[in-house]
């Protein structure tokens, strides 16, 4: 089988794996056929080939897939209904306090960028800046005029 298909998108590759039926499977079962079914299957008479249950061999149980559960934090995304609420006033008066984005994100158990957005909607804004570190000048930058 070939892995080009038309209206694909080309940048993501197929997957490889083999996907089991969506409608089940009561089990697996191995046995060898001999060159007489052989001859049958190429000649496509796959109904006069004995099947497992025929011949009396029993299914080896089908082993449940396991998903494994995506990691949870902080900084997953929620529906709407959990997210908690957060007024102007609440965001006023963290702003008023000097809190940055940040801070009031960790504060609430949001993301940041919900913090923006609440500000940015509330109409909130303030002369928050970040602080610059100075560095303290050496004797010969003081002399140098620097």
């Known amino acids: 089988m070939s892995d080009f298909m038309p209206g694909a998108n080309m940048r993501r590759p197929l997957p490889q794996q083999d996907r089991r039926p969506s409608w089940g ?6 046995y060898t056929i001999n060159e007489y079914e052989r001859q049958l299957a190429r000649e496509g008479k796959y109904d006069m080939i004995p099947t497992a249950a025929d011949r009396g061999i029993p299914y080896a ?4 897939r396991v998903f494994k559960e995506p990691p949870s934090s902080e900084r997953t995304r929620r529906s709407p209904d959990k997210m908690p609420v957060i007024t102007a006033e609440m965001l006023t008066a963290d702003v008023e306090a000097g809190m940055s984005n940040v801070a009031i994100a960790k504060k609430y158990g949001v993301n ?3 913090i923006c957005h609440k500000l940015r909607n509330y109409g909130i804004t303030a002369a928050r800046k970040r602080k610059k570190l100075k560095a303290e000048k050496s004797q010969s930058q003081i002399d140098s005029g620097w």
């Open 112 to 114: 940041d960028t919900a």
């Open 61 to 64: 149980p089908v082993e449940p």
């Open 25 to 30: 499977s009561s089990g697996i079962a191995k």
